[in-house]
């Protein structure tokens, strides 16, 4: 089963504007952690944000906001005032804390076009 | 400080060939991950390893080997290549006690004719 689940294949964006990327993920666990992270075309994961499945608050790194509804299992991206250098993949991804699990399991992407 | 490298940047090899393919951690980290990632789709595990040992791994076939070195440095190895394992390979590196952060290199394009 996935575990991790982007709809959003491509968006396109207005510089300056503020953008969401959706992202719904599948666990049993209590424990969890999520990410994001930023795909340029060179192919680099570049970490963005983290978000605990204990956190009482949604986590913020400048212009990334996470927004966490824990209910609903979802752990949307937000983007704010994009920027040309916006343009890249994204992905989110999770890592259950169960002994003896390491692993991210990722979604398969958002493409983001931040258009001038 | 050294981020996580890798080598070599592309590769392209034949059917049925064997591959190697490198990963130095980020200074101070000891444990090192390798995922597959096709074009267009998301980074998949490969396994991870820790102490010199494979300490997790995910649904990849024994054609798929790997070793950590003292040094923490860590080598992906492939044999009898597939058409099917052209893709991105991408090596990160994270503290092996408890800690959630995984730094990635910049991957390794593979391609296979």
Sequence with gaps: ?116 | DAGVTQSPTHLIKTRGQQVTLRCSPKSGHDTVSWYQQALGQGPQFIFQYYEEEERQRGNFPDRFSGHQFPNYSSELNVNALLLGDSALYLCASSLGRPSYEQYFGPGTRLTVT
């Design chain 1, 1 to 116: 089963a996935q575990k991790i689940t982007q709809t959003q294949p491509g968006m396109f964006v207005q510089e300056k504007e503020a953008v969401t990327l959706d992202c719904t993920y599948d666990t049993s666990d209590q424990s969890y952690g999520l990410f994001w992270y930023k795909q340029p075309s060179s192919g680099e994961m570049i970490f963005l944000i983290y978000q605990g499945s204990y956190d009482e608050q949604n986590a913020t790194e400048g212009r990334y906001s996470l927004n966490f509804q824990k209910a609903r299992k979802s752990a949307n991206l937000v983007i704010s005032a994009s920027q040309l250098g916006d343009s890249a993949m994204y992905f989110c991804a999770m890592r259950e804390f169960t002994p003896n699990d390491y692993k991210l399991s990722f979604g398969a992407g958002t493409t983001v076009t931040v258009r001038a």
